[in-house]
């Protein structure tokens, strides 16, 4: 089996999947995308992954996009010698509601610090015009770069984020405590 992953190494989306097309032990040859560059929003990148965004997953001419959605391909198409998919169905349901929770919440929220910390100086130093190109440019992410904007998320939207990220901590720690005690009867 032939496995292409186009990705970029500071995208955690891409981290996912590396990590487990790793975790697998499943060889893969790997294109990295430079974000900063516009990468992602080349026409050859686009003609197959029209949502511009990373990671995108190339089998054998099979196009598979969303890292969520890779990481279950991945899982059925390679069940050995490593399953992260439980066989039971409510088990299965569970794994899936955590995959949509991770999306929602803590994928959603880091987004926020990480585009200022990582994006912002390039974003200062554009024009606005050239900024509103750019950011009209962005298939998925476009409304999200208009609320960046060139001068980053305000104070508001960065406290936001950091509450989900804490949401997603008590959440996660909360479940393990059930879990636990569950599992002592």
Known sequence: M???LYNAPQSTCSQRVRFVLNAKK???AEIKLDLLAGDQLKPDYLAINPNGVVPTLDHEGAIVIDSSVIIEYLDEVVPTPESFTPRDPVMR???RALMRFI???PAAAVRVPTFNLAFLPR???MSEEKFLAFAESKPLRKEFMLTMGRKGFPQKEMDAATHRLLRTYDWSRRDA???ERAALG
């Open 93 to 95: 349901a569970r794994m």
């Open 103 to 105: 999306d929602e919440m």
């Open 2 to 4: 032939s496995f292409t």
């Open 177 to 179: 405590l059930t879990r």
């Open 123 to 125: 974003f200062a130093a």
């Open 26 to 28: 499943i060889a893969f």
